[in-house]
């Protein structure tokens, strides 16, 4: 048998075509006229607009609108995703690797700011199959941080990973998306080590 | 001189009338409409439509669309506020003033749910005059925290009433509107209980 290459199969849900750079910048516009107002308050005709684009050119890029939602809420949830693992692979420390999942949390919101906004604000705009498949993709996310807690419930550091406290602790890193400045006096980092500080208290076994 | 009865006079911002069953319904459906849709995506004619109006009588009762959007988000705020202020006045220990405190804001996020998601969602998309003001009243109920935290920590029984724990803490509380559920299998005064542990150890002088 000789290997073989993968082919590049066009994505059933999201009809996701091969990277390009027009694509790109349709996802950046779509990211920031979304962000303000609101999936549905934004027309295709003003995406193409804003993209240099004819609308015909525009969906032969996107496939449809609740397409490209998606496809905004998955590189979101992708990127966290990608550098979570990061954090949780760098360490052993239960301790440790929650500090490095706050930071790289905050440092991905504070980056990416009209994509959290979209996700935040649009995930339930999103209908069918591709709703359950971001919903999956979110509770993956979510067991990073819930198996971060269990070993530190077996280690003895941490007294809970029990859904609901993980879920407060993540809802304290989403929320932070309505008042994270990258560019205020106190730094991300900063803010993240203060909320490890929260976290790490109230999770932590007497 | 005589007392003098204050004068109805009219909101110069919201254009606020007496209240009365048909603005209260109109206030009803454009939460539910706006919620789903969007403050962008709902158009007036819609918001008539499902108040049984025609355009001229939802403009005299509403004023404008912002309008109705600024009066949603105060409503909200305001409901949240008193029930904080009576939280906080029924007792003088600090961590009982904070127990109370998220079990009121929880109750209150169960109780309006599509209220809290047009003020999450939308606030933004306030202006001008509106803006400020709406921003002043949330400012006003993140101080019933942050002096509920400054007490706790003259008594000794809290490490922090740093802004940014308080603010943590209340993105903890404002994003549980994401995912809690009055009618899940576990309740919303219990959901409070497992939150003020996380939190009151969080902010907890060692």
């Known amino acids: 048998m000789t290997p073989t290459i993968p082919q590049e199969t066009e994505d059933p849900v999201s009809g996701e075509q091969p990277a390009d750079s027009t694509r790109d910048r349709i996802l950046q516009v779509a990211s920031q006229i979304f962000a303000v107002k609101g999936y549905h308050g934004a027309g295709v005709s003003e995406l193409g607009e804003a993209a240099g684009l004819q609308r015909g050119a525009l969906y032969y890029h996107i496939g449809s609108k609740e397409d490209l939602l998606f496809d905004l809420c ?97 809802g304290l890193l989403n929320y932070t998306y309505v008042w994270l400045d990258p560019k205020g006096p106190t730094s991300v980092d900063e803010i993240a080590e ?11 076994a007497h």
């Open 74 to 170: 998955k590189r979101h949830v992708d990127e966290a995703l990608t550098r979570g693992r990061a954090a949780v692979a760098s360490t052993a420390d239960p301790r440790e690797q929650l500090r490095l999942l706050v930071h790289a949390h905050l440092n991905t919101l504070a980056e990416r700011r009209s994509d959290v906004i979209v996700a935040e604000h649009e995930m339930r705009s999103l209908t069918g199959d591709r709703s359950v498949r971001l919903r999956a993709l979110r509770r993956e996310y979510q067991s990073l941080f819930e198996e971060v807690f269990e070993r530190g419930v077996a280690a003895g550091v941490f007294r809970t990973a029990h859904p609901i406290d993980v879920m407060g602790v993540l």
């Open 194 to 204: 203060r909320l490890v500080v929260l976290i790490v208290d109230g999770m932590a």
